[in-house]
């Protein structure tokens, strides 16, 4: 063995979990290093800490992987397709999309799957809503609470009470957790007879009503221009979409965690709370709050009256991700800033947006925001906290930060018109042209 090979054998480590052997490859390789300091084996063990709560909310459900190679302060990318190489204990199912293609999933099912696919710099756990002898009907409604810029957590706890208490009368038990980040999630377990089309209508009326009911906190519009306040996210529950799970570990500088919760203490807690460092000894003192989730399973039936109710009034659908079809009683799938009107076949802009910067690092697209900023200071001293627009996009397999500016509070004659982004590094660009070349052909 030369010394290469030795060098990289030595920089390996195996796990024995419950009699199943997982490679450890570069176990210190650091994953964290700002707020904290935590390698890849650090990530490995708290898992491993949690496993039983982390299980909960993944195991018999494929699994995207979302893969952070470079550590949490890198750029991940999204792999549905499982690994060649996979240990034979570790299952798969193969998943169809709404795009028509098909993909051999993951299936997590133990420890040992666990800390196998952590090791690939899973750091986020990202299940399907089903289970793998049901792939077309969702066993979960997932309420995601989005806070937009500026929006403080005492809002996000709001929204979660008028969340809880509209459940309850619905006859649904919510189970709720902190996103790990700015918000919270509430997931419902229910029957798997509907499909994820209903699934959504589901959560679409959901998100309405909440909306009516704390109409200056919470939005259900799609269109970021348009929102104030909590967003609830209704097109999380749309076939391929996933959301990070239980317990999930995410690239924040303090490695905080999703944390699963009772209702009672969403009024004392916060966010930061939930960490890498202090979870494990939470869960060996409480154990997992979601544990009796499974035993709740609850129906559609009164949600989906109500969704019928707000297309007899004449609310049709709301807009899909774009990368889906075209769906039934949709409405034209355009933000309101590059709407037409009725009458017209020119364009009119609502809301004045230019786009600042795309780039596959949100440092560096901040960084360019800091630029315009500087160039442009007489007009940035007009823009409110929600003007600024972050947005987190999302292609086959990579993401990347898109920020936008609306410059409705900047006085016409100061206004900057729109540039050559900086930095403009759309990595789905190429894509969408040849894909445009190839319609126009």
């Known amino acids: 063995m030369n010394s290469d090979a030795m060098a990289k054998e030595e920089a390996a480590e195996v796990l024995t979990i419950a009699g199943r052997d997982v490679r450890i490859t570069h176990p210190d390789k650091l994953y964290f290093s700002r707020a904290v300091r935590l390698t890849k084996r650090d990530i490995v063990r708290y898992y491993l800490a949690v496993a039983g709560g982390a299980l909960g909310g993944i195991r018999d459900r494929p699994i995207v992987l979302k893969r952070f190679v470079n550590g949490a302060e890198g750029e991940p990318f999204y792999q549905k397709r499982a690994p060649g190489g996979r240990p034979k204990w570790l299952r798969t199912v193969t998943l169809s999309f709404p795009s028509g293609r098909t993909a051999e999933e993951i299936v997590v099912d133990d420890p040992a799957g666990l800390a196998w696919i952590v090791n690939l710099g899973c750091i986020e756990l990202h299940p399907h809503a089903v289970r793998s002898e049901n792939l077309e009907h969702p066993d979960e409604l997932r309420i995601d ?131 890498v460092a202090t979870m494990p000894a939470r869960y060996q003192s409480l154990g997992d709050p979601h544990a009796a989730m499974d035993e709740c399973a ?114 016409d004659a100061i206004r900057p018109s729109q540039e050559t982004p900086d930095p403009d590094d759309d990595p789905t660009r190429a894509w969408r042209e040849a894909r445009e070349r190839k319609r126009g052909g």
Request: charged share 30%.
């Open 298 to 411: 609850g129906s559609l039936a009164a949600l989906l009256e109500l969704a019928a109710r707000d297309e007899a009034a004449g609310l049709g659908d709301a807009p899909w991700p774009p990368h889906f079809r075209k769906m039934e009683g949709e409405a034209a799938r355009v933000a309101p800033s590059r709407a037409k009107t009725a009458t017209a076949k020119t364009r009119r802009t609502k809301m004045p947006l230019i786009v600042i910067a795309n780039s596959p690092s949100k440092d560096a697209a901040l960084q360019g925001l800091e630029r315009w900023k500087a160039r442009y200071a007489d007009a940035a001293k007009h823009l409110a906290t929600d003007d600024v627009l972050v947005d987190s996009m999302r292609g086959r397999s990579s993401t990347w930060t898109r920020i936008r500016v609306n410059l409705r509070h900047v006085p």
């Open 145 to 275: 609470l989005d806070p937009g810029p500026g929006v403080g957590w005492a809002d996000v706890r709001r929204v979660a009470s008028e969340a809880q208490a509209l459940l309850g009368e619905l006859g649904l038990r919510g189970w709720p957790k902190t996103s790990g980040s700015r918000g919270m999630h509430v997931n419902v377990r229910i029957v798997p007879r509907w499909s994820f089309t209903e699934v959504r209508r589901a959560a679409l009326a959901f998100s309405r009503e909440i909306e009516r009911r704390a109409p200056s906190i919470a939005t259900s519009k799609w269109w970021k221009e348009e929102r104030h306040g909590v967003f609830l996210d209704y097109n999380q529950n749309a076939k391929d979409r996933t959301t990070c799970s239980a317990y999930s570990v995410r690239p924040l500088p303090d490695a905080r965690v999703s944390a699963p919760l009772e209702w009672s203490e969403i009024a004392d807690c916060e966010p930061a709370d939930f960490t």
